[in-house]
C-alpha cells in the first residue's frame, strides 16, 4: 500500500473526527501530537480555509516527501540489512537474520 493508499484509510478511519475530539479535550494546533504529519495538514480545513481534496492532496504530498525522506536517511545506515518484500524468500530471510543475531553469530549492529 503506498502513503496516497494510506491517506485515503486514514481518511475514512475517521481522523477529522479526531481532531475535532482532541481540540474539544484542550488540546490546541501548538501541542505537539497536533503538529505532526497527517494532522497539521487538517487545520487550514476545521479552520474553513480549505476543502477535503485540498487537504488529501496536500497530505499525501507531505507523506511522499517525508517517506522519500526516511529513505535517504536510512539508506545512509551501513548497518542496515534491506529485505526485498517483494520476494517470497522475505520470511525466511528475515528469520535467518533474527536468528543468526540471537544466537550470536552476528553482531547486533548486523542485524
Keep these: 500500500m503506498c ?8 481518511y475514512k478511519q475517521g481522523i ?3 481532531i ?11 501541542d505537539p501530537g497536533l503538529g505532526s504529519l ?3 495538514q487538517w487545520r487550514a480545513f476545521l479552520e474553513g480555509e480549505s476543502t477535503v481534496s485540498e487537504v488529501l492532496k496536500h497530505w499525501k504530498c507531505d507523506e511522499h516527501s517525508y517517506a522519500r525522506w526516511q ?5 545512509k545506515d551501513e548497518d542496515i540489512v534491506w529485505l526485498d518484500i ?9 528469520r535467518e537474520r533474527v536468528d543468526k543475531w540471537y544466537y550470536g553469530e552476528i553482531g547486533r549492529a548486523h542485524v
Excluded: H, M, N, P
Design 71 to 75: 529513505l535517504t536517511y536510512f539508506r
Design 38 to 40: 497527517g494532522y497539521i
Design 16 to 18: 477529522v473526527k479526531e
Design 3 to 10: 502513503s496516497s493508499d494510506l491517506v485515503e484509510v486514514r
Design 20 to 30: 475535532k475530539k482532541l481540540l474539544e479535550y484542550g488540546y490546541s494546533w501548538d
Design 86 to 94: 517483494s520476494k517470497s524468500s522475505l520470511l525466511r530471510r528475515a
